[in-house]
C-alpha cells in the first residue's frame, strides 16, 4: 500500500469544512483497518467504511462498481446527486460514481489514463481536487 501525497491534510481539510466523507474500497476489512492505521485518519470521520464484504442487500453481497454501493451513501446524506463526487484512481471507482449519477474524479495513475475521458475532472493528487471545489 502507497497513501497518496498530502493525505492527512487532504482530510483535515475536509474535516474543516464539515465535508462528508465515505470509504468504498474493493479490500477485505483488514485492509481496510491497515490503511486506516497506516495513514493515521480516525475512522469517525467517514459516514461509512464500505469493504468488499460489508454490504449486503437482499443476501447478496454487492461492491463497486455496482451503483448501489454509491446509492447507499447517497440516500444516507440526503444530498443532491450534483454536490456529491464520487473520487478514485479505478475503472471500478469511476464507472460506480457515474451509474449513481455523481460527479466524478480520477486521480492520476500510471495505469489508469484511459479513464480520463470519462470523469468530471482529472487530478494528479488530491490537493488538486481540493483547490477544485475550492476548499484550498
Not at 469544512?17 to 483488514?30: C, F, G, L, M, Q
Not at 490503511?35 to 443476501?59: A, M, P, V, Y
Not at 448501489?68 to 446524506?77: H, P
Request: with cysteine; charged share 30%; glycine share 2%.
Amino acid at each position: 500500500m502507497q497513501l497518496r501525497p498530502h493525505l492527512s491534510l487532504f482530510f483535515d481539510t475536509l474535516n474543516y469544512y464539515n465535508i462528508k466523507v465515505a470509504i468504498s474500497t474493493r479490500n477485505n476489512e483488514d485492509a481496510l483497518s491497515y490503511f486506516l492505521e497506516k495513514s493515521k485518519l480516525d475512522k469517525n470521520q467517514f459516514t461509512h467504511l464500505l469493504h468488499r464484504n460489508s454490504i449486503r442487500i437482499d443476501g447478496e453481497i454487492i461492491n463497486k462498481p455496482d451503483k448501489r454501493v454509491a446509492s447507499l451513501v447517497i440516500d444516507e446524506w440526503d444530498l443532491e446527486k450534483e454536490h456529491l463526487w464520487f473520487v478514485g484512481d479505478s475503472d471500478d471507482d469511476i464507472n460506480c460514481g457515474i451509474s449513481a449519477g455523481m460527479k466524478t474524479c480520477l486521480i492520476r495513475t500510471n495505469y489508469n489514463s484511459h479513464l480520463e475521458t470519462k470523469v468530471t475532472i482529472a487530478v494528479d493528487e488530491l490537493l488538486d481536487f481540493a483547490k477544485y471545489i475550492k476548499i484550498l
